[in-house]
């Protein structure tokens, strides 16, 4: 389980973590975590709520797999984790890829649903859009155009376009020189993977602008610096590394639960 349980304390991962972990838990570069004896774990604030009242009778228990001990048929969830954090996994015949979703949205429209309870059947996809804008990545990035998005709540499926957030900085080397600097990536995209794509391009000649690249991330967050030739034009070749990197993928939502 423990593969499980670091997946849980990643806040890349999960965009709200369930379990507050110590130690080397992994990074976004693809860096495995430390082996479980370097490392310690509690849960989380957030995920003592899915095990509220567990004590209280409130759902069905049944034997674990040796029949040793029992273990409940499913947790008593106050907090709606499947949207909160999302899903994804494959099974026969069917997948379901579910996005995650920012927890004070959420709130407002059940709050709402809750307010319309004997109406409930009349309450529209664009009432609830008024509460829940979107998917919230734990990477952050832009979502591009809302159809994707209305697809996706409307009928289960639909594809979501992610880009990254990148702003053009006057470059500190001067002389008319300009840089891109990245600070958020689309969500389950492997940081070290990308530099070495935009690397490669730019030696293939595909990406002909770019003088120099270095990843100057530390603790306060991401920042991949991408130093232009002078004179050239920066959203030029921004629009380039959307289109030959992962700076934009697609997240194909298929909302499916069993």
Known sequence: ???AMVRMAQEFSLRYPLVDGQGNFGSVDGDSAAAMRYTEAKLANIAMELLEDLDKETVEFNENFDGSLAEPELLPARLPNLLLNGSSGIAVGMATNIAPHN?????DAIS????????????????????VK???????GIIVGVEGIKSAYATGKGRVIIRAVAEVEESPRGGDRQRINITEIPFQVNKSTLIERIAELANKGVLDNIADLRDESDRRGISIIVELRRGCQPMKVLNQLYKHTQLQTTFGVQTLAL
């Not at 927890?103 to 709130?107: I, K, S, V, W």
């Open 1 to 3: 389980v423990y593969d």
């Open 103 to 107: 927890l004070t949205e959420l709130c």
């Open 112 to 131: 709402y649903l809750i307010d319309h309870q004997e109406n409930q059947d009349d309450v529209t996809l664009d009432d609830l859009m008024q509460f």
């Open 134 to 140: 979107g998917p919230d990545f734990p990477t952050g």
